[in-house]
């Protein structure tokens, strides 16, 4: 077989058999520009290789690996470089096979690859988007017994007029199983059902003064939700131990939002006196505490942390879902109320078009009480701790400068990035086809934390047959480590 060689860029030492170090793939001839970033360079090289017909419609490229140690360059680098040229359409890359140059009737111009007329969007391949779960793990063949069983029990007037608060069946076996497994106290009168967190939540805003403490970093569309009520959300700090609500008393709220069980994105329990101290705050001031119970029921380096409703069922509200434990789509959720605010929210619940369901809430109350909800959970929580190891080992052994907090319960993971990347990381993941989201959207605008740089990804949604291939991705969108100085070269001194 004829062999060829690469050009390194001026100044880097060229290996004596290139293919030798990367242990595989053909070799390719390359003379980058000397101009420009490395990226653009090779990129340059490439597209004037095909161009010219030197590189013919199906030759077959050597691993990003393998040509960024002939080349002396970043891995990344060369991954980069040859996601953008799939995208412009002069590659091609399919798993199994490799990446090739595209077959075209004539090649694609770089100055028309880059014209007004390229598409903005990017397709995703690997879906990370923080929170949601994996849908093809629905428990279809149970949800559907479940189902049959509930409408085969249902009384008659069950398909009449509905009550506002829900299905009495679902409400009572919620107080059952919410007593049992996150330590809430109610009764069914005080439960009333929902589409999920967002749409309890906007209930409450019709119903609450303000303004409304919310924690520095959350969800922008729970902000959203409050202020379209016309209350202001004003921030309060998050550390290591969840949101200090010791800013309260500064902050003039009537109520307040927290994510106690896992703090959303950044994760970690809310501390047990900062529990105490809220509960003390509302108890004090007539306020109100808004849980988001986030993530209640995936947790795997932890013991269980009770909802912090227990503590005071008169000041707190509490709001949980189906959404992430089973999904999105039944648009499920309950509301536990204070006695006292259970007929100022069915007053502005609305018309009954804006109910859930009532053969989903039947579903949900069988499958609840004949245990195929625990059995669920306990399959995924397995499921989503084995993502979650997978995750932390390859980012251990590819990235291993990058930190990742918030994993010990939850679908999501916090990947801490230097200051100033995170642009860079989201553009990178991009052009891999990634989906997931920056760390810096979710801060409060008003927030006085210094912004901090990262991606927040979620590793509920990818089906187990593509979680390896995602996670190739990820590393490949993720900044190379800090270059060390080069303690051989003498540094000049002034002076």
Partial sequence: MQRSWVNPPSGTPSPTTPAQSAGTGSDLHLELSGEGSLRNQLMHA??????????????????????????????????????ELVEEGWLSARQGSGTRVAKRAAPLQADQARGPARPTHRRTVHDLMPSSPDASAFPRTAWIGAARRALAAAPHDAFGVGDPRGRIELRRTLTEYLARVRGVRTAPDRIVVCSGFAHGLGLLGKVLT???????????????????????????????????????????????????????????????E??????????????????????GEFRYDRQPVGAVQGLDPDRIVYIGSASKSLSPALRLGWMVLPGWLVDEVLAVKGPREMWSGVTDQLTLAEFI????????L??????????????????????????????????????????DT??????????????????????????????RDGLVLGYGTPPDHAFAAALDALCLALPDPPQEPDESVPVRRRG
């Avoid at 303004?211 to 550390?239: C, I, K, Q, W």
């Avoid at 010990?408 to 801490?416: N, P, Q, R, S």
């Avoid at 991009?430 to 912004?451: C, E, F, N």
């Fill in 46 to 83: 490439l597209r004037e290789s095909i161009h010219s017909g030197r590189l013919a419609p199906g030759t077959r490229l050597p691993p990003y690996r393998a040509l960024a140690v002939d080349l002396g360059i970043a891995r990344n680098t060369v991954a980069d470089a040859y996601a």
């Fill in 378 to 419: 306990r399959r995924m929580r397995q499921i989503y701790r084995r993502r979650r190891d997978q995750l932390a080992a390859r980012l251990a052994a590819e990235a291993p400068h990058i930190k990742v907090s918030g994993v010990a319960a939850g679908l999501h993971a916090v990947l801490e990035l230097p200051p």
């Fill in 274 to 295: 900062r529990r105490a101290a809220v509960v003390d705050w509302a108890r004090a001031t007539g306020g109100v505490v808004v849980e988001d119970d986030y993530d």
């Fill in 369 to 376: 009480s004949s245990g195929g909800y625990d059995r669920h």
């Fill in 210 to 272: 303000g303004p409304v403490a919310v924690e520095s970093y959350g969800l922008a569309f729970h902000r959203e939700v409050l202020e379209e009520a016309g209350l202001e959300t004003v921030p309060l700090t998050v550390d290591s131990t969840g949101a200090r609500v010791e800013e309260l008393a500064g902050t003039g709220a009537r109520a307040v939002l927290l994510t106690p069980a896992h703090q959303f994105p950044t994760g970690g329990p809310l501390h047990p």
């Fill in 422 to 451: 995170e642009e860079a990381a989201l553009r990178a993941a991009r052009r891999q086809g990634l989906a997931l989201d920056g760390l810096r959207p979710y801060r409060h605008p008003d927030s006085s934390m210094t912004p």
